[in-house]
């Protein structure tokens, strides 16, 4: 079992920047794909960055170029920075580990993003 607890999450406005934190009970990175996805009011999941399997990073198209995963290993921590932040990236954030051998996933229990004047 994987516990992960996210936080940074709060009122913004557009243009403004967040930066989530996601701390992991797990220090073997190693053994789990890492990622950020969001929930947005009556819209489904959706992966917005990530590491692939061989450490690369993903982004999806509606957030590259202002989004930025990273990771600290030291502190067990992934982090999501967010700038130029519009309206519609107004949902709920949540950290994400895939273990790459059992496949299991762990969640978060998501911050809340919300993006207004």
């Known amino acids: 079992q994987v516990q992960l607890v996210e936080s940074g999450g709060g009122l913004v406005q557009p243009g403004g920047s967040l930066r989530l934190s996601c701390v992991a009970s797990t220090s073997i990175f190693s053994f789990y794909v890492m990622g950020w996805y969001r929930q947005a009011p009556g819209k489904q999941r959706e992966l917005v960055a990530g590491?692939?399997?061989?450490?690369?990073?993903y982004y999806a198209d509606s957030v590259k170029g202002r989004f930025t995963i990273s990771r600290d290993n030291a502190k067990n921590t992934v982090l999501l920075q967010l700038n130029s932040l519009k309206p519609e990236d107004t949902a709920i954030y949540y950290c994400n580990f895939r273990n790459k051998f059992t496949r299991d996933d762990y969640w978060g229990q998501g911050t809340q993003v919300t993006v207004s004047s």
């Open positions: 590491f692939t399997s061989n450490d690369n990073t």
